[in-house]
């Protein structure tokens, strides 16, 4: 008899338990059901401008609002790819080009794409400009290549682009290693290579000299749309000219057929460029 009554109080309590839960479900306040959301993020959108008198570049801009980073993808283009918010890109050859643009939303909730095309309808036309004959050694098949110059303040370093107080380098202020890296730009093609003798300083690593290969890679140079509508050569994302903090994008503040003085950020080890911070560079003729 002690055991029956023991069942029927389980059974009680249980039934009790279910009616006192499902009262309380039917008190809570009404919510979305989060489960039921659609995960995905945004999409990011871009617009596509040809360059005034130049349908072989494109002025990229991502025009989302919602991307916190970004990564455009531009396979036979010049660059490759690129995290700029807006960017020039130049087709060489005609064809029907992919771009995509990969971005991370500032909510979290993940990365999307968005891909259009674009059709290039001619070969470009490279013609050796007066500049690029400067930057190149007159276009010819060898190339030209550019050093650190010795000279005082041929490194200045400060938070911003006008301003230099950080730090200048004195008369032949750099390392040996610095100094015999060669930064060479080749017209046929728009050829760029970093002759750093198998080594570059390593400004994260105590400034050390380290076994490092870049490879040879495509460069841009691209007028007026820099900084105070100065030149720009713009390199690899992977490639830097001088230093190896520096950034990719390069203004020309002055270039000569003997002296290239150019201004760039700084940017972190992962390529990013630091919120402030700007280098100076002087180079010489090789």
Not at 115 to 143: F, H, N, W, Y
Request: aromatic share 10%.
């Amino acid at each position: 008899m002690a055991q029956k009554n023991i069942l029927s109080l389980n059974r009680l309590l249980k039934m009790c338990s279910f009616i006192f839960l499902l009262s309380l479900a039917s008190c809570l306040p009404d919510r979305v059901n989060e489960t039921s959301l659609d995960g995905n993020p945004v999409a990011p959108d871009f617009t596509i401008t040809e360059v005034p008198g130049n349908s072989n570049k494109l002025v990229l801009t991502d025009v989302s609002s919602n991307n916190f980073q970004r990564l455009w993808s531009l396979s036979g283009g010049l660059p490759k790819s690129s995290n700029r918010l807006s960017d020039t890109v130049l087709y060489a050859k005609a064809g029907i080009y992919k771009i995509t643009l990969l971005g991370s939303n500032s909510d979290g909730s993940g990365t999307a794409t968005t891909s259009k095309t674009v059709t290039i309808a001619q070969d470009a036309a490279l013609s050796c400009s007066p500049k690029l004959a400067l930057l190149t050694g007159d276009c010819l098949p060898a190339g030209k290549c550019w050093t650190m110059s010795k000279v005082a303040a041929a490194v200045r370093v400060g938070p911003t682009y006008d301003d230099y107080s950080w730090f200048t380098s004195p008369v032949n202020g750099l390392q040996n290693e610095q100094y015999d890296d060669k930064f060479c730009f080749t017209f046929e093609g728009l050829k760029y290579q970093n002759k750093n003798n198998g080594a570059s300083v390593n400004p994260w690593n105590q400034y050390k000299a380290e076994a490092y290969d870049p490879g040879i890679s495509d460069f841009l140079y691209l007028e007026g749309t820099g900084i105070n509508n100065r030149d720009q050569i713009i390199l690899q994302d992977n490639q830097f000219m001088g230093l190896w903090d520096s950034d990719n994008a390069i203004d020309i503040v002055k270039l000569t057929k003997d002296e290239l003085v150019v201004r760039m950020r700084l940017r972190a080890q992962n390529g990013v460029p630091n919120p402030e911070g700007w280098f100076e560079l002087t180079f010489v003729a090789n």
